[in-house]
T-cell receptor, first 115, second 114 residues
């Protein structure tokens, strides 16, 4: 069965520093991959998605993620953190060719940004 | 405004008292889904629907029912709620199959079962 692992339930960075949130998936076949963001007291919003086009995917708010098949990873990065980036981030995977309606989420990483 | 709405937003109930959480989308989306969010566990899919009259179990369907009689509505039914169903629930919709398209999430329903 598909699974998603997000390393680090909490990540803290200083404003202006690099943001790196890690996501690894388990699948013998490259799946479809997503990053969602949840701001306090809100629902989830799509940041970016990988669906087998370019391996480097650019999303909203300056975030990007790189799909690395050899490492089964899809880490999320942003060169310079802003206070407004403080939120919880979820990596999610959907099986290619599998149960098309089933989306598996990681447990989330809470990002704090210090002034 | 394109959106997914959920009602109620907050609900406190007692064990065994049947309840329904409604979900409605105005984007003519085919796909709809319910998730629960618990601290340290992330989001887990309860049920999903690929289209009208087509529903399927997600990862944690026990204790829940759904129906999809109309394209826009996807209610979540708890026939006999128990305290372990205390959680934050999200409804989501997507234009077509989830593996391609963005899912739009509702604002959430915080349920407490005493």
């Amino acid at each position: 069965a598909q699974s998603v692992t997000q390393l680090g339930s909490h990540v803290s960075v200083s404003e202006g520093a690099l943001v790196l949130l890690r996501c690894n998936y388990s699948s013998s076949v490259p799946p479809y991959l997503f990053w969602y963001v949840q701001y306090p007291n809100q629902g989830l919003q799509l940041l970016l998605k990988y669906t087998s086009a370019a391996t480097l995917v650019k999303g909203i708010n300056g975030f990007e993620a790189e799909f690395k098949k050899s490492e089964t990873s899809f880490h999320l990065t942003k060169p310079s953190a802003h206070m407004s980036d403080a939120a919880e981030y979820f990596c999610a995977v959907s099986e290619r060719g599998g149960s098309q309606g089933n989306l598996i989420f990681g447990k989330g990483t809470k990002l704090s940004v210090k002034p | 405004e394109a959106q997914v709405t959920q009602n109620p937003r907050y609900l406190i109930t007692v064990t065994g008292k049947k309840l329904t959480v409604t979900c409605s989308q105005n984007m003519n989306h085919e796909y709809m889904s319910w998730y629960r969010q618990d601290p340290g566990l992330g989001l887990r899919q309860i049920y999903y629907s690929m289209n009208v009259e087509v529903t399927d179990k997600g990862d944690v369907p026990e204790g829940y029912k759904v129906s999809r009689k109309e394209k826009r509505n996807f209610p979540l039914i708890l026939e006999s709620p128990s305290p372990n169903q205390t959680s934050l629930y999200f409804c989501a919709s997507s234009l077509l199959a989830v593996f391609i398209n963005e899912q739009f999430f509702g604002p959430g329903t915080r349920l407490t079962v005493l």
